[in-house]
């Protein structure tokens, strides 16, 4: 074994694997699994499986989740750029599955950077309902917006906030929501030996608090009925089973749902929690057999790294859940769609200290000083651009920056905004520029313009590098009495990757200078 693990964390595991603890040791001589997972917002699992370039085996636990082979890269081919697929660690597909997200719901990724699992749910919400993706660390949530806006999220917000502070603008609010939580990371030693050295014999009890903390403003979070998944990536009974049973003692109104057992998933384990004695006595034997159905994926009884998984149900009445569905219906429909973000009131601004990727709040009074509202040249480009298809939301005003959200400016009010919605464009002296994020999110159906680039000729790389393309007019297919001058929807063998503008036989390149194809 190469990887030179804690002596401290080896001691543990072996109390906690018994006879299991040599297999366990074994599986770091193991190479670490790699896996993609299809992004349906934009294309079926069959059409990508028909037209993947590379082997790809099913991972039992995710329908839409496929196994690599070693030495693949498909981060470097144009289907990446175009958002068909997410690279993402097996068992790390997990959480989302047991998550059970129907179309029309409105969930909460509570810890979501860089944001593969929020990706996942927006696939399951087709569209619909609504997202709200938060991390509490300021650099990681620019990759967290980047990864929604490439692959295509038409209805989620972005935030950097404290779980508490998110808490008091929306109690009793998301059907469901997911806490990846921060851990210890003990089952990603293999997959990254920086965990190693970052980890000592104290720090499950150093992420314990935050734990759960996260969990107590989730559970405020949650209306009646709703659903709780809790996830992490270590085996530190601490903060896997010792969590939910503290949770589920201290709230009545949850239940665990069995998920573990399977042939995956390896039921939750309590005996050494209890054998230790370390602070959880008090906990009852019912609240124990409950957090047996917990479950952990263990690395050398799956292909993929170490994870927990337990799935908290709040048990309501029907009359409960009705009442809460009224009160979030009466918060939705509050506030006319952009008052609160184009014109603030008084010193209040719509972020506390928020600068979005994309865009700063306006200053006092934006907006109102003679010139046209943003929104007009706004709104004249989809009449006269989108086949179809109008954008749902709220329009909200940040700056010349405009986003369609799925929330009310008013419920973001006094929280760190990222991204308020799905961004559109920006709106100055009288001239609207629509953004990436439209492009990657829009099908070749819905736009006036379309131009067809092939993966297979080269040409799909050189727009990916930003180069300016040469594309005979017959190539620009327009819709209605369009000419072919003008913004066109670049798409990568039929999915769309980006803008240009086509002008006399030139495709001037607009693919953003950050996102640029940048290997061989």
């Excluded at 289907?79 to 697929?85: I, N, Q, T, V």
């Excluded at 809790?230 to 665990?256: K, L, Q």
Aim: charged share 25%; with cysteine; aromatic share 8%.
């Amino acid at each position: 074994m190469a990887l030179k693990l804690p002596a401290a964390f080896q001691e543990r595991m072996r109390s906690l694997l018994k006879e299991e603890y040599t297999d366990f040791m074994d599986s770091y001589d193991r190479v670490p699994r790699s896996g993609i997972r299809v992004n349906t917002l934009k294309i079926s699992t069959e059409d990508l499986l028909s037209i993947a370039p590379w082997d790809l085996r099913p991972i039992p636990w995710c329908g839409t989740g496929f196994y690599t082979e070693a030495g693949e890269r498909p981060g470097r081919h144009p289907y990446y750029h175009a958002g068909l697929y997410y690279i993402q660690e097996p068992s790390a597909m997990a959480p989302v599955e047991l998550l059970d997200v129907t179309p029309g719901e409105a969930v909460l990724d509570l810890c979501a950077a860089p944001g593969g699992k929020s990706t996942q749910i927006a696939a399951k919400l087709r569209g619909t309902g609504m997202l709200v993706s938060n991390d509490l660390n300021a650099d990681r949530t620019k990759a967290l917006a980047k990864n929604i806006e490439l692959y295509g999220v038409r209805n989620a917000v972005v935030l950097n906030e404290h779980p508490d502070r998110i808490a008091e603008k929306f109690p009793a609010f998301f059907d469901k929501i997911l806490i990846d939580a921060p851990c210890s990371g003990e089952g990603m030693f293999r997959k990254d030996e920086a965990m190693i050295k970052e980890w000592d014999g104290d720090s499950p009890l150093k992420y314990a608090d935050m734990q759960r903390g996260i969990l107590r403003a989730a559970a405020t979070m949650l209306r009646p009925g709703g659903r709780i998944v809790y996830s992490t990536c270590t085996f530190s009974p601490e903060e896997n089973e010792g969590m939910i049973a503290e949770f589920v003692a201290g709230h009545p109104e949850f239940r665990v749902l069995p998920v573990g057992g399977t042939v995956s998933f390896a039921a939750g384990e309590t005996d050494w929690l209890k054998e230790q004695g370390s602070g959880f006595g008090h906990i009852p034997d019912q609240v124990w057999e409950q957090v047996r159905g917990t479950a952990r994926l263990w690395p050398h009884r799956i292909e993929g790294e170490g994870h927990f998984l337990a799935v908290l149900q709040h048990e309501a009445d029907p009359e409960s859940a009705a009442e809460a569905e009224r009160a979030r219906a009466a918060l939705l429909s509050s506030t006319a769609p952009a008052e609160s973000a184009d014109r603030p009131k008084g010193k209040e601004r719509p972020t506390r200290n928020a600068k979005p990727v994309k865009g700063k709040p306006p200053k006092k009074g934006a907006g109102n000083q003679g010139e046209a509202a943003p929104t007009a040249a706004y709104e004249a480009f989809i009449r006269e651009h989108l086949l179809g298809f109008v954008p749902g939301g709220h329009t909200v005003v940040y700056g010349s920056h405009i986003y369609q959200s799925p929330l009310p400016p008013s419920l973001l009010d006094g929280l760190k905004v990222v991204r308020p919605g799905w961004y559109m464009g920006d709106a100055k002296n009288g001239r609207f520029v629509p953004a990436h994020p439209l492009a990657t999110a829009l099908h070749p159906g819905e736009f006036i313009r379309v131009i067809r680039l092939d993966s297979g000729s080269g040409e799909a790389v050189r727009y990916l590098k930003g180069e300016t393309l040469s594309i005979p007019g017959d190539r620009v297919e327009c819709g209605g009495e369009a000419s072919p001058k003008g913004y066109a929807l670049v798409c990568i063998d039929g999915y769309s990757a980006g803008w240009g503008k086509w002008q006399e036989g030139m495709l001037k390149n607009e693919y953003p200078a950050g996102w640029r194809w940048t290997s061989a």
